[in-house]
């Protein structure tokens, strides 16, 4: 069966980094492209980013441009999110969710998801 | 972005009885819409995508239906298990994905 593991969460001082990685197992990793999903304290979902089944195109949430880095090693079955310059209100349960659709272009909805990890900013 | 608007933000229900959530988009999203289903601590799991087709072992009870820019999650009767937080998203307008900001399915 599908399972996504994410870890790396932690605290965080505003302003420093932090990279998460979700571990991938029971599905052909190197096929899927990969979300990263994230959802504050109480609050609702929010779109974070995207890499597709190869690392070759890479999308991001306008709140996130230029600060987070998505990638993959499909040799490891993992996907990452590197986040530097990180504000208080980055902090969430920051899930990774699997595409449904192999290969191609991505459908957008997530049929699969990890159990979460924690990233909270403050000083 | 496309702004997605879920009512009511809490609906109260029995056991046994119907849940209607609603579910407006900003402008049309043809039928690309999912359904989602939290529970307290838990990950959100995929109920329904294409509007109204139901994802992998999710009970009939469970339909979703509509188009363009109004949808709909019917549960026709409430199981102890379907009391969550029900999460719409759009997916029509690739890469800024968007989720609407929730419906609190509680008991009666």
């Known amino acids: 069966q599908v399972q996504l593991v994410e870890s790396g969460g932690g605290v965080v001082q505003p302003g420093g980094s932090l990279r998460l990685s979700c571990a991938a197992s029971?599905?052909?990793?190197?096929?899927?492209?990969m979300h990263w999903v994230r959802q504050a304290p109480g609050k609702g979902l929010e779109w974070v980013a995207f890499i597709r089944y190869d690392g070759s195109n890479k999308y991001y949430a306008d709140s996130v441009k230029g600060r987070f880095t998505i990638s993959r090693d499909n040799s490891k079955n993992t996907l990452y999110l590197q986040m530097n310059s990180l504000r208080a209100e980055d902090t969430a349960v920051y899930y990774c969710?699997?595409?449904?659709?192999?290969?191609?272009?991505?459908?957008?909805?997530?049929?699969?998801w990890g159990q979460g990890t924690l990233v909270t900013v403050s000083s | 972005e496309i702004v997605m608007t879920q009512s009511p933000a809490t609906l109260s229900v029995s056991p046994g009885e119907r849940a209607t959530l609603s579910c407006r988009a900003s402008q049309s999203v043809s039928s690309n819409l999912a359904w989602y289903q939290q529970k307290p601590g838990q990950a959100p799991r995929l109920l329904i995508y294409?509007?109204?087709t139901r994802a992998t072992g999710i009970p009939a009870r469970f339909s979703g239906s509509g188009s363009g820019t109004e949808f709909t999650l019917t549960i026709s009767s409430l199981q102890s298990e379907d009391f969550a937080v029900y999460y719409c998203?759009?997916?029509?307008?690739?890469?800024?994905?968007?989720f609407g900001g929730g419906t609190k399915v509680e008991i009666k």
């Open positions: 294409g509007a109204s």
């Open positions: 969710a699997k595409d449904p659709k192999a290969g191609g272009i991505p459908v957008g909805y997530f049929d699969y």
């Open positions: 029971g599905f052909t990793f190197s096929s899927y492209g």
């Open positions: 998203q759009q997916y029509n307008n690739w890469p800024a994905l968007t």
